[in-house]
């Protein structure tokens, strides 16, 4: 199973970023995915997860909108109005399980982490 993250970058405060999550090995289709971010100094976040229901952590729950495209067998993660503090790396992360617990991080596969720097 692999993931593969990508898209990240610099961006200014109040811009956008698409990041994507991109499988082999495995159908997303039949996984739960979750996307998690870790800042400098800081534990690591969830941010979303998808099952048969979706969550979004408070931090980021009507700017950042997630979302599977079966066809590719990619997940994406459309940030808008971006803060500084949203300035991290950010990691896609899939298992069998649904989204119980998900905030926990217990998930089998992960990919490698893309950064994402809001600075102005």
């Known amino acids: 199973v692999q993931l593969q993250a990508s898209g990240g970058g610099l961006v200014q405060p109040g811009g956008s970023l698409n990041l994507s999550c991109a499988a082999s090995?495995?159908?997303?289709?039949?996984?739960?995915i979750a996307w998690f971010r870790r800042a400098p100094g800081k534990n690591r976040e969830g941010v979303w997860c998808s099952s048969d229901r979706t969550y979004y952590s408070d931090s980021v729950e009507g700017r950042f909108t997630a979302y599977r495209d079966n066809a590719k067998n990619t997940v994406y993660l459309q940030m808008n109005s971006l803060k500084p503090e949203d300035t991290a790396i950010y990691y896609c992360a899939a298992r069998r399980r649904d989204c119980a617990d998900w905030a926990r991080g217990a998930f089998t596969s992960w990919g490698q982490g893309t950064q994402v720097t809001v600075s102005s």
């Open positions: 090995g495995i159908t997303l289709n039949y996984y739960t």
